[in-house]
């Protein structure tokens, strides 16, 4: 399983997101540009000491993540407030690719065409949205547990 976040603009969630990822040993991928420095000191708090644990791979643009996604033959499952298809509702693979949006602004409309699945997380019809660090735990969660991927030997 692996996490993949598009264009991040908020260091906290970033450095939180990748946290999860470590202590979940889920790879992660920062599709940038980014709306942050990873120097920031509010990445690195929220990260502390972890971030040194992720796997993280960096790419410079969409365009150089699909040239790797081709490579490694991994579906994309696109996270997205406009998708009809809960996440509850889908059968995930260990192969597959979690992908997030800006905060601000979402996914672009080329994001959106790439991806093999659309998905969201049903919340109240009155409330606008999750937070993303909320939403991706959320998810890799459901798809850690619908494929018997968590980390043996860990609490429950």
């Not at 991994?74 to 406009?82: A, E, G, H, I």
């Not at 909320?134 to 547990?145: D, F, K, N």
Request: glycine letters at 6%.
């Amino acid at each position: 399983m692996q996490i993949a976040l598009f264009q991040p603009d908020i260091p906290q969630n970033t450095g939180t997101i990748l946290r999860l990822c470590a202590c979940l040993d889920v790879s992660a991928h920062i599709i940038e540009p980014a709306g942050f420095d990873t120097s920031d000191r509010n990445f690195r708090r929220a990260g502390m000491d972890y971030l040194d644990h992720v796997r993280l791979k960096r790419h410079d643009s969409w365009s150089k993540f699909e040239e790797w996604r081709a490579e490694a033959a991994c579906r994309l499952v696109l996270f997205t407030t406009k998708a009809a298809k809960s996440y509850l509702d889908f059968e995930y693979m260990a192969s597959d690719v979690l992908l997030f949006g800006r905060e601000s602004a979402g996914v672009t409309d080329a994001v959106v065409a790439a991806a093999d699945a659309r998905l969201l997380i049903p919340i109240k019809p009155t409330m606008r949205s999750l937070n993303v660090a909320v939403t991706v735990a959320m998810a890799v969660g459901e798809a850690l547990r619908q494929t018997g991927s968590a980390i043996a030997g860990s609490a429950t």
